[in-house]
């Protein structure tokens, strides 16, 4: 069963920088999609940015385009979510995601992890 652990999330003040990982097991498809999205309450869970595992090749949100950056090391099935110039709309709970077939959107991947929390303050 595939499962998938987010970590590195915190706190930060407007204009500061994080990353995420997220490090994935019991995948046994050769390549796949792995992907962040992120949900506010209230709100629908939005895609950020995803990257194919087989190319390296990526795809973002234009809310994230030129600050977030998702990469990827396939050796150890994590993925990375580098987050600059932080505004305080960005605090949300950020979530990681796998999809094997990579046919639909960030948000409508398959497996999930538990998400963890970004809070920027101005």
């Known amino acids: 069963q595939v499962q998938l652990v987010e970590s590195g999330g915190g706190s930060v003040q407007a204009g500061g920088s994080l990353i995420l990982s997220c490090v994935a097991s019991?995948?046994?498809?050769?390549?796949?999609?792995m992907g962040w999205a992120r949900q506010i309450p209230g709100k629908e869970r939005e895609g950020l940015a995803r990257i194919y595992s087989g190319t390296g090749s990526t795809l973002y949100a234009d809310s994230v385009k030129g600050r977030f950056t998702i990469s990827q090391n396939n050796a150890k099935n994590e993925v990375y979510l580098a987050m600059n110039n932080l505004a305080p709309e960005d605090t949300a709970v950020y979530y990681c995601?796998?999809?094997?077939?990579?046919?639909?959107?960030?948000?409508?991947?398959?497996?999930w992890g538990p998400g963890t929390q970004v809070t920027v303050s101005s």
């Open positions: 019991g995948m046994r498809a050769r390549t796949y999609c």
């Open positions: 995601a796998l999809d094997p077939g990579c046919q639909t959107d960030v948000p409508g991947y398959a497996y």
